[in-house]
């Protein structure tokens, strides 16, 4: 099996000018080829008013590639790249409510959530949550070390990226503007020639 056609997890990141309708459009692309979306997140990009997408699917390159060029034929969309896992640096934040009796009685229960690099976010009488960051397999082992001391909720957000060999979009967008500079609005040299070119 050659790498085009090997699934493995891919992060699509999308620059975009505005994000009002396009969410639903890009769900579309997705939609139609029957491609489940893993984890999807928006936030300001580090332009202003540009939006930054980032969309984590477990699918063939050949398939990635095909997409991107899909979802860059939108109006809004100024570029969109793919990157596998080794190619970004990527964390997801999850939340645990546990019962706060459970942590004061078994002390091992917070020693566990510190060994886990989790913090406490609220602390209540009946209930404690905590927080922690990490790769998907990390927040995971987490719930499966929570599971026997009662855990009452999790929550897991998207997955936020950084490209690990990028200068950023912002240097891309300056570049080409730099190099495809906008045309200046040329005079019309027939403007004040009205009545010559236009009688026969």
């Known amino acids: 099996m050659t790498q085009d056609t090997e699934k493995q997890e891919f992060n699509i990141t999308v620059y975009t000018e505005n994000q009002i309708g396009l969410l639903n459009r ?11 979306i893993d984890s999807l997140n ?22 990635v590639r095909k997409l991107t060029r899909q979802i860059e034929k939108q109006v809004e969309v100024l570029k969109c790249y793919y990157h596998t896992n080794e190619d ?3 964390q997801e934040m999850a939340l645990y ?4 009796d459970v942590i004061a009685e078994k002390v091992s229960v917070e020693r566990l959530l510190r060994e886990n690099g989790a913090r406490a976010v609220v602390i209540r009488k009946d209930y404690t949550v905590f927080e922690t960051t990490g790769h998907r397999e990390e927040t995971d082992n987490l719930i499966s070390i929570l599971q026997p001391y009662g855990l009452i909720e999790f929550v897991r957000s998207a997955r936020v990226a950084i490209i690990k060999d ?3 979009f912002n ?11 906008g045309e200046d ?5 027939y403007l004040n ?8």
Do not use: C, Y
């Open 42 to 63: 928006t936030s300001p990009s580090e332009i202003e008013s540009i939006h930054r997408f980032n969309i984590v699917i477990t699918e063939s390159e050949d398939v």
């Open 166 to 168: 990028s200068d950023g």
């Open 171 to 181: 240097r891309k967008l300056r570049e080409f503007e730099r190099l495809e500079p």
């Open 26 to 36: 890009i769900a579309i692309i997705f939609t139609r080829r029957k491609i489940n």
């Open 193 to 200: 020639q009205g009545q010559k070119v236009f009688t026969m």
């Open 185 to 189: 609005v040329i005079e019309n040299e």
């Open 88 to 90: 970004v640096i990527w």
């Open 97 to 100: 409510k546990v019962s706060t």
